[in-house]
T-cell receptor, first 112, second 112 residues
Framework: EPEVTQTPSHQVTQMGQEVILRCVPISNHLYFYWYRQILGQKVEFLVSFYNNEISEKSEIFDDQFSVERPDGSNFTLKIRSTKLEDSAMYFC??????????FGSGTRLTVV | AQSVTQPDIHITVSEGASLELRCNYSYGATPYLFWYVQSPGQGLQLLLKYFSGDTLVQGIKGFEAEFKRSQSSFNLRKPSVHWSDAAEYFCAVGFNTDKLIFGTGTRLQVFP
């Protein structure tokens, strides 16, 4: 069964550093998403991406965040200057159509 | 405002017992409804979803859920729980956009 692949599985970074989380969506999917889950809390929507542009973003997704599909296969989330409160599990998802989500296994980001 | 509520934070059942996890939503129309399961350190796996039609939905791993419009609920059920069902269960709802809003989750513990 096709999978959404996320790398790395765990990343530790120092506060203020830039971090890029990488995702390889399922190849024929058109919709791409990032969600995050702070430890012990619920999963929260960050951003959706379709046709090479952001289609919707949450309040969390401020100027420190950006997304890119640089080469037609990868889908990245960049956090420009990490804060302690950015520590969370970040999930990438892709979808062939509305709500046909497949989630990746996540990247645990720890900001120290 | 649109919201999703999972009233039970933690449920403990004995192996072989039946299970019902509750989910309620607040929305003026019928949303798209999902249940996901998350094992420790893992990603989100879709158990089942409801878009329209028959209000009793069958999913993977022997789970089912019933949409009740009058109660704005989408409760997840399993007739006989196995120890491997111990995990966190998330109800998620789509309200007219392609993003999902997740409930806070219910942690299921299974005793032998």
């Amino acid at each position: 069964e096709p999978e959404v692949t996320q790398t790395p599985s765990h990343q530790v970074t120092q506060m203020g550093q830039e971090v890029i989380l990488r995702c390889v969506p399922i190849s024929n999917h058109l919709y791409f998403y990032w969600y995050r889950q702070i430890l012990g809390q619920k999963v929260e929507f960050l951003v959706s991406f379709y046709n090479n542009e952001i289609s919707e973003k949450s309040e969390i997704f401020d100027d420190q965040f950006s997304v890119e599909r640089p080469d037609g296969s990868n889908f990245t989330l960049k956090i420009r200057s990490t804060k302690l409160e950015d520590s969370a599990m970040y999930f990438c998802a892709s979808s062939e159509d509305l709500y046909g989500y497949t989630f990746g296994s996540g990247t645990r980001l720890t900001v120290v | 405002a649109q919201s999703v509520t999972q009233p039970d934070i933690h449920i403990t059942v004995s192996e072989g017992a039946s299970l019902e996890l509750r989910c309620n939503y607040s929305y003026g129309a019928t949303p798209y409804l999902f249940w996901y399961v998350q094992s420790p350190g893992q990603g989100l796996q879709l158990l089942l979803k409801y878009f329209s039609g028959d209000t009793l939905v069958q999913g993977i791993k022997g789970f089912e859920a019933e949409f009740k419009r009058s109660q704005s609920s989408f409760n997840l059920r399993k007739p006989s729980v196995h120890w491997s069902d111990a995990a966190e269960y998330f109800c998620a709802v789509g309200f007219n956009t392609d993003k999902l809003i997740f409930g806070t989750g219910t942690r299921l513990q299974v005793f032998p």
